[in-house]
């Protein structure tokens, strides 16, 4: 199995903040990852996928990017409709994996 | 617009066998996979497996294996997730997810709504 780690598993930000969001895998998925956004009772939502495509609907302040085992989500400037939690997932392997979950709350 | 309508939440008692159903409309259903994932309290998503709508097949993962069956009917464009032998550990809230399409047909694009399934005594 591919194991995902996410870090950290929580942040405080505030308004306007630059957010990173790391996301290691514990062997090379060649970019075969995705983003999803979660907010309390609601369903998650596909976020990036191919670990840098923008899926529609969401912002540029959105960004994926990273290789091999390292990938990163970037939020250039937090915004109030951004706190949530967000999860990584590979699709490399037959098995599908996700990270633990990265809590974004307000500073 | 593409909708995942998941059917209500469940009390079970452990050793019993619980099945989620989830109805799609908005799109043509037999052209995208259809997955299970499920989350528990305090825990990240968890993928079960999926269904191609096409051709009923189905790929699980290796933990449910032998206690899960997902199945579909295509006349009324709906999946199901059955899971049997329920203990504590079942206990969470369980998603149908559309796939994305072409080769990112492992990718989440659509959810439903969830169902919460609680097992206890």
């Known amino acids: 199995d591919i194991q995902m780690t996410q870090s950290p598993s929580s942040l405080s930000a505030s308004v306007g903040d630059r957010v990173t969001i790391t996301c290691r895998a514990s062997q090379d998925i060649t970019n075969s990852l995705a983003w999803y956004q979660h907010k309390p009772g609601k369903a998650p939502k596909l976020l990036l996928y191919a670990a840098s495509r923008l899926e529609s609907g969401f912002p540029s302040r959105f960004s994926g990017s990273g290789s091999g085992t390292e990938y990163t989500l970037t939020i250039s400037s937090l915004q109030p409709e951004d706190f949530a939690t967000y999860y990584c997932?590979?699709?490399?392997?037959?098995?599908?994996?996700f990270g633990g979950g990265t809590k974004v709350e307000i500073k | 617009q593409v909708q995942l309508v998941q059917s209500g939440a469940e009390v079970k008692k452990p050793g019993a066998s619980v099945r989620v159903s989830c109805k799609a409309s908005g799109y043509t259903f037999t052209v995208y996979y259809i997955h299970w994932v499920r989350q528990a309290p305090g825990q990240g998503p968890e993928w079960m497996g999926w269904?191609?709508?096409?051709?009923?097949?189905?790929n699980y993962a290796q933990k449910f294996q032998g206690r899960v069956t997902i199945t579909r009917d295509t006349s009324i464009t709906t999946a199901y997730m059955e899971l049997r032998t329920l203990t504590s550990d079942d206990t969470a809230m369980y998603y149908c997810?559309?796939?994305?399409?072409?080769?990112?047909?492992?990718?989440?694009?659509?959810w439903g709504q969830g169902t919460l399934v609680t097992v206890s005594s």
């Open positions: 997932q590979q699709y490399y392997s037959t098995l599908l994996t």
């Open positions: 997810a559309r796939g994305a399409s072409g080769s990112y047909y492992r990718t989440f694009e659509y």
């Open positions: 269904i191609n709508p096409n051709s009923g097949g189905t």
